[in-house]
């Protein structure tokens, strides 16, 4: 099994920044690929970028977010990170972070079985 923890949401005025964190534990091969998504109140789950360690860490984004958001990881702390700049008041959602067994990156979230519980992020103009 795998467990994921979030941290590192909080508000901010527009045009700030913040990085969330994702803690994993349990079975490796079950965040072989890794994402955030997104999901504000009345719309869909959106993913944002995600990463696959099978692909020596090819990268996946969002082209609503690419160039402002990065998504990392750091291995020996089984941790990723979405580093997030210039925020926007449309970038207020709870974030998640998402994980499986994967050969590839998707940005779809149907494709992933393992879930944090998220983190809020508000962005005030």
């Known amino acids: 099994q795998m467990q994921l923890v979030e941290s590192g949401g909080g508000s901010v005025v527009a045009g700030g920044s913040l990085r969330l964190s994702c803690t994993a534990s349990?079975?490796?091969?079950?965040?072989?690929?890794m994402a955030w998504f997104r999901q504000a109140p009345g719309k869909e789950r959106e993913g944002l970028a995600a990463?696959?360690?099978?692909?020596?860490?090819?990268?996946e984004y969002n082209a609503s977010v690419k160039g402002r958001f990065t998504i990392s990881q750091d291995n020996t702390k089984n941790t990723l990170y979405l580093q997030m700049n210039s925020l926007k008041p449309e970038d207020t959602a709870i974030y998640y972070c998402?994980?499986?067994?994967?050969?590839?990156?998707?940005?779809?979230?149907?494709?992933?079985?393992?879930w944090g519980q998220g983190t809020q992020v508000t962005v005030s103009s």
């Open positions: 998402a994980s499986d067994n994967l050969a590839y990156t998707t940005l779809l979230a149907s494709r992933y079985h393992y």
């Open positions: 349990g079975n490796p091969d079950l965040r072989a690929t």
């Open positions: 990463v696959a360690n099978r692909l020596n860490g090819r990268k």
